[in-house]
């Protein structure tokens, strides 16, 4: 296939013939992408690419306009059915890589999910053609050796972040719940040393809750006011475009719940600050 792209890249009366194979066709007009050594996924761009224009690439391979040399390889069945394969196979390393390399938050977080979802994507099945299997076992065999060292940080900062911090990637509930574990005796261990300095500091963030609840009342108030400015905050919200970390994450997460409006998220905040509060206390501000 490579040698195919090639012959195009070299070959200006080979792109034009192409070119008019595709109008004839109704095809885009996309050009051949050649794979870059150097460049992520560009063999896997290569192989969409081909895939897309094959019908227009068979018809000019066939052509009298074109002379192929001994460097045009004959493409085979056997080619032409492993393609599509190929590229099933490899597009979710695509996502992660995009994942990893566009993403302007930190990544450790997402090593462990990433590898688990390509883990179970390279699961052998007996419908996979031999080199399909071959492809996955190395897949495999490649991410396995990855992180071993680092699995306890990387389960940790896992559990840390708000996306991932149910830790539906691991089946084991034992280990989830050994995580959890040593994350709160690391909390609490902290805590201990802050010491008691952090008196002052709890009382000015009681006094800063107070003020909080009272803002969250008087935004209920007013949203009782004005009811029409709930409706118009209750407008249907356009479908989000799915993201890359969508496309990986989508079957370890539930659906997102619908957007809510000020005065729900008044309501839910006020109910929140409540919950849990002992009727014995002398102080309700400090909750």
């Known amino acids: 296939m490579r040698k195919v792209v090639t012959y ?4 200006p009366k080979a792109t034009e013939a192409l070119r008019e194979m595709q109008i004839q066709l109704h095809l885009p007009h996309h050009k051949l992408v ?3 050594s150097t460049r992520w996924n560009s063999s896997l761009d290569m192989l969409e690419r081909f895939w897309e224009q094959q019908p227009a690439l068979l018809n000019t391979l066939l052509s009298k306009k074109i002379r192929r040399g001994e460097a045009m390889a004959s493409l085979t069945e056997e080619d032409m059915t492993l393609i599509p ?3 099933k196979l490899m597009s979710p ?3 992660a890589t995009t994942l990893l ?5 930190p990544t450790i977080s ?5 590898q688990t979802k390509l883990r179970r994507q390279f699961q052998s099945d007996e419908s996979d053609l031999l080199v399909i299997s071959q492809m996955k076992e190395r897949f495999r065999q490649d991410i396995d050796g990855r992180y071993t060292y680092l699995q306890d940080l990387l389960h940790y900062a896992s559990a840390l972040d708000p996306r991932f911090k149910d830790l539906a990637f691991l089946d084991d509930n034992d280990t989830k719940d050994m995580i959890f574990m040593r994350i709160t005796a690391e909390v609490v261990k902290m805590d201990g040393q802050a010491g008691d300095g952090d008196t002052l500091n709890e009382d000015k963030a009681a006094e800063t809750e107070g003020d909080t609840l009272n803002e969250d009342q ?9 009811p029409h400015r709930e409706e118009e905050e209750t407008d249907d919200v356009p479908p989000m475009k799915k993201t890359a970390l969508d496309q ?3 079957d370890f997460h539930p659906a997102r719940s619908p957007v809510k409006t000020t005065k729900e998220r008044a309501k839910e905040e006020i109910l929140k600050s409540f919950v849990g509060i002992s009727f014995q206390t002398t102080n309700l501000l400090t909750y």
């Open 218 to 226: 008087a935004a209920e108030t007013e949203g009782d006011r004005i």
């Open 85 to 87: 394969e190929v590229i």
């Open 110 to 114: 997402m090593i462990s999910p990433i």
């Open 101 to 105: 390399s566009e993403e302007k938050n």
């Open 93 to 95: 390393l695509k996502v």
């Open 248 to 250: 990986m994450f989508g």
């Open 34 to 36: 050649h794979d870059v």
């Open 8 to 11: 195009f890249h070299k070959s």
